[in-house]
């Protein structure tokens, strides 16, 4: 009987915003669980198919709101509710303060509600997305390079008189190479670059004498 009355207490301490009825249902065990999620910051999962209700206040009979898709928010307190049921006290990121109660909080971890930013492999990929193109445009400066070839590389655009190396830093490389006959001993040497995209570059001697476009070639 004393060691039920000492956890008991105990719980109390561990939750003062909860009166000793709420925290008696519980074992110390199951407080510190619930307690642990305090702090941390969880997200709505994309295509949950039922939304997740928030109160405006810690009651059911509170007025509801459903939180969006991928909208995060931050469990900052657990409080006693109506009816003695705990309730998370959360704000999202829009600032916004809502209760949800612990025990469906619970059963929606990992479905529904998920610990980590679904977008953030997304921003991980752009972020180093970004990095690799302001690493390539400090490169390109730096080439003793014509300043409209410079230009025309930064925007991945190819320019008249690059050579085929500067038209690979600004397109990459083609998807074929057309190597045109010469005519005569004394003719200069023409290859074709054909893109994806459909345009088609023209190369005397290795430099681009000639840009034609998806469009311009059917005309």
Known sequence: MKVTKSLTLLAVFLIPSMTASAASRFTTKQIEVMQGYVGKTYWIAPGSEKGLVFYSAPSREAASFSAEVKESFQITDMVKGSSESLYYEVRFASERKGYINVNTFLDELNS????????????????????????????????????????????????????????????????????????GRQSAREEQWVYPGGSVLTFTNGVLTLIQTSGAKNE
Do not use: C, F, Y
Request: zero cysteines; charged letters at 35%; aromatic letters at 2%.
């Open 112 to 183: 529904t509600v998920v610990a980590q930013d679904p977008d953030s492999g997304q921003k991980r990929k752009s972020t180093r997305e970004t990095e690799a193109e302001k690493k390539r445009a400090e490169w390109i400066r730096t080439q003793p390079w014509p300043e409209h070839v410079k230009e025309a590389a930064l925007k991945r655009q190819a320019a008249l008189g690059m050579n085929t190396g500067e038209v690979k830093v600004a397109l990459g490389k083609p998807s074929r190479i057309i190597k045109l006959k010469s005519v």
